[in-house]
């Protein structure tokens, strides 16, 4: 099984290219399938199908999180 400093790290990394991901997928005002879609794919690939409903979890939090922001 992996250490706890490996998931620690993976987690973070994770979080921080969700976050980006966000700011790169909203740039243009609008929430795209193909751009979810992407980033899907990158997650089932990079980290395993566990991983894409927790980083869809996450960007869909970040998402709410903006919107509450700007209002």
Known sequence: PPSRSYTG????????MLVMASYIIRADGRIMHS??????????ST????AV???ERILLNL???T???SL
């Not at 790290?9 to 921080?16: A, G, I």
């Not at 980290?47 to 566990?50: C, D, V």
């Open 9 to 16: 790290q993976r987690n973070s990394f994770l979080f921080s």
């Open 63 to 65: 998402f709410e999180q």
């Open 67 to 69: 919107v509450s922001i």
């Open 35 to 44: 751009e979810m879609e992407f980033v899907r794919r990158f997650l089932r």
């Open 53 to 55: 409903g927790e980083g």
């Open 47 to 50: 980290f395993g199908e566990a």
